[in-house]
């Protein structure tokens, strides 16, 4: 199996990939957001090119739980991602992913100013490894990764 991670703002989508072998996502493009039929199609192009067969979208909890408008538009989108990929798609706990994905590329010694360009990705790949590393297909607690 083959997993679409992403990680999905308003202004840009953050994708990453893994698979079943090596259980390890890791960062792999950023959409800019053009609308859902634009987004979905190129985000489309890369599961297709990547035989995935399952993806991950990250729900934007609050901290203490709670699903605000940024959940609810995160849901609507799973749905309509699932339709367009045929795929089943997960929801997954996303608290602090942004936060850790800063770290882990303060961490690789990239210079702030190119981290915008990559942050979106680096998230979607977070997002991801939590899922892997928990329940298939929950949303609950982060937990780390070892």
Do not use: N
């Amino acid at each position: 199996m083959r997993y679409l991670g992403l990680d999905l703002g308003r202004a840009r989508i953050g994708l990453a990939l893994a698979d079943d072998v090596l259980r390890t996502a890791r960062p792999h493009s950023t959409v800019h957001r053009r609308g859902d039929a634009a987004d979905l199609a190129a985000i489309g192009e890369v599961a297709r090119q990547f035989e995935v067969t399952r993806a991950v979208v990250g729900l934007p909890l609050h901290m203490d739980g709670s699903e605000g408008d940024s959940a609810r538009f995160a849901r609507a989108f799973a749905g309509k991602l699932g339709a367009a990929l045929g795929v089943p798609v997960a929801l997954q706990d996303e608290r602090l992913s942004t936060f850790e994905a800063e770290g882990r590329l303060r961490e690789r010694g990239v210079p702030a100013r190119a981290q915008r360009a990559l942050v979106d990705a680096e998230a979607a790949a977070v997002i991801l490894q939590s899922w892997l590393d928990g329940p298939d297909g929950s949303v609950g607690p982060r937990r780390s990764t070892p």
